[in-house]
């Protein structure tokens, strides 16, 4: 049976038919699919049915009109108008029919994230995408492709909090490796919007140390600003790579970030005039990198590490020797660093105003309380849980007959060829 | 602390200053005459040694210490002792340092010098003549007597560089072990000489092969040298191993290279820097046969003492004074800062081992030093986690700090998990990129 599409009548009469059961909407996927061709074409007499169709209950027939509408190039008049009908159909389509087919689903998403950054107005595009990720993930793991475009204009439109809550769900499912770059990177960003140094340390430390043949920017500007935010988090920066770095990271991409692993160098020696004068130097050069908010945040940190190294010397110090062996320039600014770290639970002290005493303090933390006890325990469970899935993982991964055939050609080759002097490895 | 011993403290200051009308402290330096907290009595010094080792260690001094009458009486007896040998390059050399400060007898004497060189062209013929004769006869012994001779030709004359290659080429024509470990003690002498010292490790390792043949004498010797060895590469605990073990055989025998007093000295300050009180108990104080070399130099065997008994501020004493004469020493005066500063740190760190609070007053006064400067050395060990303790610098004290064990292996666990989780989250995500590629080029491949 063919589907008659010759009319907008009889093509809108087919979708309204076949939108009920699963089976139908099955039928109705292959039919369009064959038409896909007849609708392209003729994409404009085409847009008319839409506004006879009900996204929320024919949504396949919808996506498909609707695909082939914003494939061409839009004039700017009518930008506006498809960005809300795009918005319209995210927010009411039907979960199961979209996932038939996600590749118009993600590709009429990515036209409204071009259309919303053309209009300047990357804020009408987060919560649509957000949703639209959510309908289009088969599970919370999955990367989409739609991430990264959700994580810049998050980030444009500086809505770092809804941009983490995305980044909370663990990732593990990766169709392009471009996409988890991406991901990793803006998603590093806005971690440091939202001062959770630690989570994008992990972000960037992934792009550094993903499996890559070749050099990528994204993976150059995420080491530079791994390394800035490995100092102010860690204040301490270790230049060597972890072994599973890829090796053409490893040996690129210290090259292409010099002035940042001078900077690190810079700020090993604790010493912060010097620190501040090489910035001074390279003003220019961070700028042009777009880091030097953050260049400035390494700086303060290095007060503050300086200020933490006298807690495990000293039991007791005046404000004036914190200020004298901190290198900061008056003992009224000392108890302003002094202050923030204790706020910042960064470390415990008191301050005695009256005789200008600081007395550190141990970690009043006794692991008693039914909290912390809590916490350790809903640790255990989420280690355990990791745990079964690394033994998951590998029990697939060695029943990959793909995998198997490599590995059972490596071992034949060590017993067979030891006196073979070619490597065979390159004709595989 | 002991404090009766301070008064001595101010005697660093005048170290430089003459104090033989002291009686008793004269009849001191000449039972003991290297090594004192008064100044070197170089020709006392110069006594110990022969041969090259002499007139270097001479013209060392003569460049470090700083102090003209010192540095003219220490170039004449090299002048002196140049005159004796044959080494015309070395007597231009400290000549020239001399400028004629010394009057006529000690100017240029070309005289001399020409007679000696011309010497040396004739012996070189004659020995270039002999060793040709004995190659074409192809007698092994007298070939290798022959580059002997050569090799001890060029060492009289300075050539140390020619020296070393022909005491070399003797070794393919050594028959006994004997010849060899005559071979290997010629290259020491001549590496030590040049500074050499990866070729003294070397060569005392295979003179040591030939264990059955070795005098005590002779492993003394190698101990020496390779106590030098080890001191010039910084490894001070093995140093101190080498110097320990070496027998009281050695006597004057190796006065060409070092003397039984700074075995004592090398020996004793290594130790201390390096070893910890168990060691040094059972390795340098119960040690009978490097009781016989500390005998030798009362102060270093007192310093050693003063430390195994907590008696720092002696201790520190006897250093300080010692301090000036040993920069002097050719071989140690590189390591003396260095060991100093190691050995101060473990007396630090001893101190404070006992106590759960330190008044930082009484320490200051039992290592002669100002609170503040005591509290920024302690504050560097701290850091360094070499002392257990946190400073109370409102009140002066230092309190030892007890790790609370439960808080510790909670905190520890904690974090582990926290990097677990990580660590396995990162590696799947890597799998699962691997596979990707895997995948991908699978797929190009069908």
Known sequence: MNLNVNSVDSLVAEIQGLSGSSQDVNHLNNLLKQSEDVIRSQAASFASCLTQLEPSIHSLGYLYVLEACTAGPIPEAQANELVLSVVRFIDVCSVEQIRLVPDKFISICKRLHEQVMKLGAPMRAVAPLLTAIRKIQPSPEHLTPLHPDFLQVCLLAKCYKIGYSILEDDVYEVDQPRDFFLYCYYGGMICIGQKRFAKALELFHNVVTAPMSSMNAIAVEAYKKYILVSLIHLRQFSATFPKYTSSVAQRNLKNFSQ?????ANSYSTG??????????ANQEKFENGNNLGLVKQVVSSMYKRNIQRLTQTYLTLSLQDIANTAQISTAKEAEMHVLEMIEDGEIYATINQKDGMVRFLEDPEEYKTCEMIEHIDSSISRIMKLSKKLTTMDESMACDPLYISK?????????????????????L | MDTEEEASGQMTDEIYTNGGDDESLSQQQQRRPIISGEQLDIEAYAALYTGRTKISRLIFIADKCGNVSMQLEALRMAYDEIKKGENTQLFREVVQKIDGRLGP?????SGWMDAVDRRADQRKEKLENELNAYRTNLIKESIRMGYNDFGDF???????????KNYVRTRDYCTTAKHIIH????????????GQ?????????????????????TIAKLQCAAGLAHLEAKKYKHAARKFLETAPELGNNYSEVIAA???????GLCALASFDRAELKAKVIDNINFRNFLELVPEVRELIHDFYSSHYASCLDYLGNLKANLLLDIHLHDHVEMLYTQIRNKALIQYTHPFVSVDLNMMANAFKTTVAGLQKELEALITDNQIQARIDSHNKILYARHADQRKATFQRVLQTGVEFDRDVRAMLLRANLIKHDFNLKASRKI
């Open chain 1, 259 to 263: 002035p940042y692993i001078e900077l």
């Open chain 1, 271 to 280: 010493n912060i005039s010097e620190l501040e004068a090489f910035v001074q």
């Open chain 1, 407 to 427: 590995v059972g050609r490596e071992r034949q080759r060590f017993d067979f060829d030891d006196f073979d002097g070619v490597p065979q490895k390159f004709n």
């Open chain 2, 105 to 109: 007898n000690y100017g240029a004497d």
């Open chain 2, 154 to 164: 060029y060492y009289a004359h300075g050539a140390l560089g020619d020296a070393f």
């Open chain 2, 183 to 194: 071979m290997c003690l010629n290259a020491i002498l001549v590496s030590i000489e040049m």
């Open chain 2, 197 to 217: 010292f990866a070729h003294v490790t070397s060569y005392v390792s295979k003179a040591e092969q030939n264990k059955n043949d070795l005098d005590p004498i």
């Open chain 2, 261 to 267: 007093q700074d075995v004592a000295t090398y020996g």
